[in-house]
């Protein structure tokens, strides 16, 4: 991560922290736009390091005073159990209107513009709709985090 940091330095990006080794990554930039600076950092990934990864950059306003966990749209006890699948862009508004009335056996999910609320009991390695599931239904890229880490950085 030390290394990455000095290669987005490098694109212009300033005050760059890591978290906790959860691939989050804060900065400050100026003139551009969340889908430049995302296009920017893979591409220095490629060049540097020779694989692609997907990259979502948030602008602050989606991340002050845990607007993420302030939006949690079930009972606050489940929370802590729960992942949060945020997404790069926003979805089709019929597309999230579907997938809002599917039924995932033990599992409960809203999905918003900005983000896939997910609770599931049984743990998330035995979940149906995970990171790849939610992706490929919406057509998005997205990444997911449990609640620890979204308190954490977010």
Known sequence: MVDLKLHLKELGFDHIQTYIQSE???FTAVNGDCYAFAKAIKEKIV???GFEVPVIVL???RLEKKKILKEWP???????QSYFTVLHNIPETSIVETINTLVLTDEKHKVTPHCV????PEGYG???GN????EKKLGV???TRNCKTIKKTY
């Open 74 to 80: 079930f009972f606050k006890e489940i929370m802590e």
């Open 131 to 134: 990171n790849n599931f939610f």
């Open 117 to 120: 609320y997910l609770y599931v």
């Open 47 to 49: 060049s540097v390091y």
């Open 141 to 143: 890229i997205a990444t």
């Open 126 to 128: 035995r979940a149906k």
């Open 59 to 61: 602008i602050a306003e």
């Open 24 to 26: 989050n990554i804060v």
